[in-house]
């Protein structure tokens, strides 16, 4: 069920332009510092595990005590986990645990790379809610780089957050 899960949370992930990415874990920081190689900085919520960034070779930042204007700087980007993924919608579900960081994280710098756990996805909305650890935190669910198509129709990406999604699916395990 799982190797199901995350081949169409992958096919729906990338109906969203997302860049999607299969990684075996020996296989991540090489990925990831592949992924991150045009970035002027990284920023790292609390929590990301080091070997996600023994390759990275750039700066990083401490994302908990960035401002909005120091987020918003050119060629800055964010390396995150989340909580959940929704195979059905594509979603990536953070709720500013350990590897997610404040929401801010996520919604001002131009690139988000997003690591998922083949266990983190679940099937639909109903079941991210009965699997949510905690469903008092405040959610941010995230379907695709930033987008919206309301001047003439034409769809224009990055107005309310970040220009690039990148996310890689880890196997079970």
Known sequence: MTRELTTLFAERAGDYRAGVHHCAPAALADLLATLLAGASGVVLPAGVPPEWTARLGRPTLAGDTLTAAELDAPGLAVLTGCV??????????????????????????????????????????????????????????ISGPSATSDIELSRVEGVHGPRRLDVVCLPPG
């Open 84 to 141: 959940l993924a929704v195979a059905e919608t594509g979603t990536l579900v953070l709720d500013g645990g350990a590897a997610q960081g404040r929401r801010l994280l996520t919604l001002i710098p131009d690139h988000h790379v997003c690591v998922v756990h083949a266990t983190q996805i679940v099937a639909d909305l109903p079941d991210l809610v009965r699997a949510l650890p905690d469903p008092t935190r405040p959610l941010t669910l």
